[in-house]
């Protein structure tokens, strides 16, 4: 039973495409989030919502767009993809409170060409 | 703005050694630290984790100091094995929204 599943997990598109990520969770938590991770592996806050509503909005470009159709589900749709989109994107969850760790899916490594 | 950092990015050691992986944090509000493991082609995954009212936590094989005064995280990871082998993450929680900032990493390799 996967906790925290990303579909798909390879993605590669031209440039100009409009193209989503899916992110779905079972744990029951109130909370996701997705993440960019570069080729240097750092890994960047994009967006977060809690409860379907966005409670964290990162400067990001507004051709990412999440949505969430509810606390189970968090989407990621990216309009006018450019080459410097390319990374690996990470959903995760967590519950709602002080001291909780995060759960990150397996990622969906996304190239532009 | 506020961010936390590794002082090593790649670390070597032999199979059977401790490693230590260092971590520096700037954000004085961080209050819940959390080490996070990633495997090549996986996600991050969760190792152990410290609250700033502790300065030590211990798990299995793994331990994390923690030294407000000059904030600094470290995790310790006794008698290292081949599955150890991975990026290692230090991340911050703060604000209201209880928002993860991760470190840059740390190559952690064993070697035979």
């Known amino acids: 039973d996967t906790a925290v599943s990303q579909t798909p997990k390879y993605l590669v598109t031209q440039m100009g495409n409009d193209k989503s990520i899916k992110c779905e969770q079972n744990?029951?938590?109130?909370?996701m989030y997705w993440y960019k991770q570069d080729s240097k592996k750092f890994l960047k806050i994009m967006f977060s919502?809690?409860?379907?509503?966005?409670?964290i909005n990162e400067t990001v470009p507004n051709r990412f767009s999440p949505k969430s159709p509810d606390k189970a589900h968090l989407n990621l749709h990216i309009n006018s993809l450019e080459l410097g989109d390319s990374a690996v994107y990470f959903c995760?969850?967590?519950?709602?409170?002080?001291?909780?760790?995060?759960?990150f899916g397996s990622g969906t490594r996304l190239t532009v060409v | 703005g506020e961010s936390v950092g590794l002082h090593l990015p790649t670390l070597s050691v032999q199979e059977g050694d401790n490693s230590i992986i260092n971590c520096a944090y700037s954000?004085?509000?961080?209050?819940?630290f959390i080490w996070y493991k990633q495997e090549s082609g996986k996600g991050p995954q969760f190792i152990i984790d410290?609250?700033?009212?502790?300065d030590k936590r211990q798990g299995q094989r793994v331990t994390v100091l923690l030294n407000k005064t000059v904030k600094h995280l470290s995790l310790q990871i006794a008698a290292t094995q081949p599955g150890d082998s991975a990026v290692y993450f230090c991340?911050?929680?703060?604000?209201?929204?209880?928002?993860?900032?991760f470190g840059s990493g740390t190559q952690l390799t064993v070697l035979p």
């Open positions: 995760a969850s967590s519950s709602a409170g002080a001291y909780y760790g995060y759960t």
């Open positions: 744990l029951g938590h109130d909370t």
């Open positions: 919502y809690n409860n379907k509503e966005l409670i």
């Open positions: 954000n004085s509000a961080s209050d819940y």
């Open positions: 410290i609250r700033s009212n502790m």
């Open positions: 991340a911050e929680v703060t604000g209201s929204a209880r928002q993860l900032t």
